[in-house]
């Protein structure tokens, strides 16, 4: 049995607002739970049906307070429009502090995204990739909204964000000799620069690109180049996979 003031709490968690008032975050789908649920996350409650239950024993000792609702009553509560077995009510942990250095391979900023769906397939991008360090500008889409997470398939549990401008970051690099690239359509062809082991990457806003401000601090501008058999072929391609095809690039030249 789920209250109707704990369903009114879980639907306020689709806006950010109340993420913020109530520290609390919502995870939905059986994979993403899994995930939250072996993270270091703190799952506050779980909802879930008992297939999900008996199914995952070992993983749901890890929530707080577990509670079996039905299939519909699961459904009452979801945001989604085709629920799965379970949802969770999640800690929202403390803003992490920017690291003293940038030890490891490739770091990503993101100037400004705004669709939920692109930040999570970036973050399952980073994940695959080995990316641990994503830095986001206060402007870009908020990782706690529940399309975010969804997108991101569990990936969000092991990559680090940080929300923050520019400026630090960019210090940041220059402090640890990383050099900056970023992501222009009349930038250097990705296939013909040497791109090294290790670099910064910032990517723009699907609409507007690299802010002009943060353009000034970017002197390796890059570009994937449009190989269309015509001229009328696709102005631009989705931010989320630009990402990951100069992401893909990067690695492999660091690789091979």
Avoid at 138 to 164: H, I
Wanted: charged residues 20%; proline residues 4%; aromatic residues 8%.
């Amino acid at each position: 049995m789920i209250s109707k003031s704990t369903i009114k709490l879980i639907k306020s968690l689709a806006i950010k607002k109340y993420r913020i008032k109530e520290k609390l975050f919502l995870v939905e789908g059986d994979k993403n739970v899994l995930e939250v649920l072996r993270s270091k996350y703190i799952v506050k409650q779980l909802f879930a049906t008992d297939t999900f239950l008996s199914g995952n024993r070992g993983s749901v000792i890890n929530a707080e307070l577990i509670i079996e609702l039905t299939t519909e009553e699961i459904k009452k509560a979801s945001l989604q429009q085709n629920p799965q077995n379970c949802l969770a009510i999640c800690k929202l942990p403390s803003t992490p502090r920017l690291p003293n250095k940038l030890e490891r391979n490739l770091s990503l900023y993101l100037d400004g995204i705004q669709d939920p769906g692109n930040l999570g397939t970036i973050i399952r991008i980073c994940d695959w990739f080995g990316i641990d360090h994503l830095f986001c500008s206060p402007e870009t889409s908020d990782l706690y909204n529940p399309k975010v997470l969804q997108a991101s398939m569990g990936s969000f549990c092991r990559v680090k964000v940080w929300y923050t401008a520019f400026e630090p970051v960019a210090g940041l690099a220059k402090n640890s000799n990383i050099p900056v690239y970023g992501t222009f359509l009349k930038g250097r062809n990705i296939y013909t620069e040497n791109l090294p082991g290790k670099a910064m990457l910032v990517v723009g806003n699907e609409g507007n690109g690299i802010s002009a401000t943060i353009e000034k601090s970017i002197k390796n501008k890059i570009t994937i180049p449009n190989l269309a058999l015509s001229n009328i072929g696709a102005e631009s391609l989705n931010v989320s996979v630009a990402t990951g095809i100069i992401c893909a690039e990067f690695k492999r030249q660091s690789l091979f």
